[in-house]
C-alpha cells in the first residue's frame, strides 16, 4: 500500500490500532529497549575483544538472543533482508541519540539537534518498513536484459548490481 499524504498515513495508523494488529505505545517502548540490547551487544563485543576475555562473547550471545525474541514480536512479517535492515535502523538511531547526547553535553546545541533529526529520521523509517508504508510493488526487477552483456568478468549477481549503482548513483548530487 502506497501512503501519498499525512491524512492516510493517520488513517493507516489507526485502522492498524483498531484491529489490534499493534500497541505502538509497547512496541515503542520494546522497540527502545531492543535499540539499548543492540547496544549492550556491541558492548560485551569490545569489552571482550579489549580484555581478552571470551565470557563477554557468552554474555553477548545471551543478550543477542533475547534480542531477536524481542524484536520479533515486533517485526512479524518481513521478506528478504528486512529483518536485518531493522536492526541496523535502530542499531543507527541509537548510536546517533548518543553521539547527539554528547555534542549536547558540550553545548554543542545545532550538532545535537541535527544528529538527534537523524536519528529520528532512521527511527521513522524503521517504522515505515515495519507498518508497511513503503510500497516495493514498484520497483521493477533486475533482468537479464538490463545488464551489461559484454560483461566478460562475470563477477556475479554483487558485481552487477555494483557496476549498476555506479553507473546510477552519484553521491555528488544534492
Given at each position: 500500500m502506497?501512503?501519498n499524504n ?16 499493534m ?32 565470557n563477554?562473547?557468552?554474555l ?30 535502530l ?13 549536547l ?17 532512521l ?33 556475479g ?18
Amino acid at each position: 500500500m502506497s501512503i501519498n499524504n499525512y491524512q492516510e498515513l493517520v488513517n493507516k495508523i489507526d485502522s492498524l490500532k483498531k484491529q489490534d494488529k499493534m500497541d505502538l505505545s509497547s512496541d515503542q517502548d520494546l522497540s527502545i529497549a531492543i535499540m539499548n540490547l543492540i547496544s549492550i551487544e556491541e558492548h560485551f563485543f569490545f569489552t571482550g575483544i579489549k580484555t581478552g576475555k571470551a565470557n563477554y562473547f557468552d554474555l553477548l550471545n545471551q543478550v543477542r538472543a533475547l534480542r531477536k525474541e524481542l524484536l520479533k514480536k515486533i517485526i512479524k512479517d518481513y521478506e528478504g533482508e528486512v529483518w536485518c535492515i531493522s536492526k541496523h535502523l535502530l542499531a543507527a538511531s541509537m548510536r546517533l541519540m548518543e553521539v547527539g547526547t554528547k555534542a549536547l553535553g558540550r553545548d554543542n546545541r545545532a550538532e545535537a539537534e541535527d544528529l538527534f533529526k537523524k536519528a529520528f529520521d532512521l527511527y521513522s523509517l524503521f517504522w515505515a518498513v515495519n507498518m508497511g508504508m513503503i510500497d516495493t510493488s514498484g520497483i521493477k526487477k533486475l533482468d537479464d536484459n538490463m545488464l551489461n552483456k559484454k560483461d566478460e568478468k562475470k563477477t556475479g549477481l554483487m558485481g552487477k548490481f555494483s557496476a549498476i549503482v555506479k553507473k546510477v548513483i552519484d553521491c555528488c548530487i544534492e
